[in-house]
């Protein structure tokens, strides 16, 4: 039985593909791969598409050092914009108009180590209006939280938090230093301990291996997490990270099908960089990816709500939320 067919039964059956299987894959035949973790992705989630979209709740002067990030007040990066956080008119707004598209998952992302008691207070009356107006999920990115903010934010209407590892533990400590894997892994503990369900991978291009990846998804595995962004490094002028070369297409088909292994049920959701790929990631969404982040990102233009709802039903997807 060939190594591909061999894993992909396990990842079916078991669901524990090894670190040490996983790397076989990295050399692997790319399109017998590919094809293998659809089959994966087909049985064990249908045809079931994940779409969000995310909305800059507040903006800039993050006092983190995240080597990739144009909001970090370390770096010269051009953000465009600084501002505190959103009322709760304009984020209804922005809700309003996400669920008329029939996006059915709208995300709140905000700068900083973390929102404040009172900014978590302001953020819930905007979630419970919201959910009361619209009925669109609410995921919510407000930083290293402690487990009764979480409970608050959750008995307000949200539904999900989402905590990026970034990379693996190995590696994060050469992308930031201002706050440590262990305090990542620690608020998605917080936010499951809540009832939340959470949301969490990484950026792929900042200097990792493919070991580093792997861990990353692996540790997300460990932690329950069921929805892994997949970001691709958009190399920001002003960051440390400004002459880094994007990944290529193929970069990320492997990556994305080797995650679709070793998390045979997740949502596997591109999401920032996506726009640097030729065809918008249509060929990852054939590799078993089945989610992913549309319209702008934070700080990066991304791609409209209106062409991916036609990519995702001329590749036979249907919109629908997985994993609420």
Do not use: W
């Not at 029939?102 to 992302?109: A, K, M, P």
């Not at 932690?223 to 190399?235: D, E, F, I, T, Y």
């Not at 999401?271 to 982040?293: M, T, V, W, Y």
């Amino acid at each position: 039985m060939c190594m591909i067919k061999k894993l992909k039964e396990k990842a079916l059956s078991t669901g524990d593909v090894s670190r040490e299987e996983a790397l076989l894959l990295a050399s692997a035949p790319l399109e017998e791969l590919s094809e293998a973790a659809e089959e994966i992705r087909r049985e064990k989630c249908g045809q079931g598409f994940d779409l969000c979209t995310i909305v800059n709740g507040k903006c800039g002067r993050c006092p983190e050092d995240c080597k990739y990030c144009a909001q970090s007040a370390h770096y010269q990066a051009k953000c465009t914009e600084a501002y505190g956080l959103l009322p709760t008119e304009k984020l209804l707004e922005g809700a309003r108009r996400e669920a008329a598209q029939g996006v059915l998952r709208y995300s709140i992302v905000t700068s900083g180590r973390k929102l404040s008691d009172y900014e978590v207070e302001q953020a819930c009356e905007s979630i419970r209006a919201i959910r009361e107006e619209t009925g669109i999920q609410v995921c919510v990115s407000f930083g290293l939280l402690k487990e009764e903010q979480f409970k608050k934010i959750k008995e307000a209407g949200a539904s999900r938090v989402h905590c990026n590892l970034e990379s693996s533990a190995r590696f994060f400590p050469q992308i930031c230093t201002t706050h440590t894997y262990e305090d990542k892994i620690n608020t998605l503990k917080a936010a499951k301990r809540a009832g939340l369900s959470v949301c969490s991978g990484g950026i792929l291009g900042l200097g990792e291996t493919m070991e580093d990846r792997i861990d990353m998804v692996l540790t997300a595995r460990e932690l329950g997490v069921k929805s892994v962004p997949v970001n691709l490094l958009n190399p920001i002028p002003g960051t440390p990270l400004e002459n880094r070369k994007p990944l290529t297409n193929e970069e990320a088909r492997r990556c994305v099908a080797i995650f679709r292994f070793l998390i045979p049920d997740a949502s596997i959701r591109l999401a920032g960089g996506r726009g640097l790929l030729g065809d918008k990631g249509e060929l990852c969404f054939k590799s078993g990816a089945n989610a992913a982040i549309s319209g702008d990102m934070l700080t990066t233009a991304g791609i409209t709500v209106e062409t991916d709802m036609e990519l995702v039903r001329n590749l036979g997807f249907e919109v629908r939320l997985y994993d609420v």
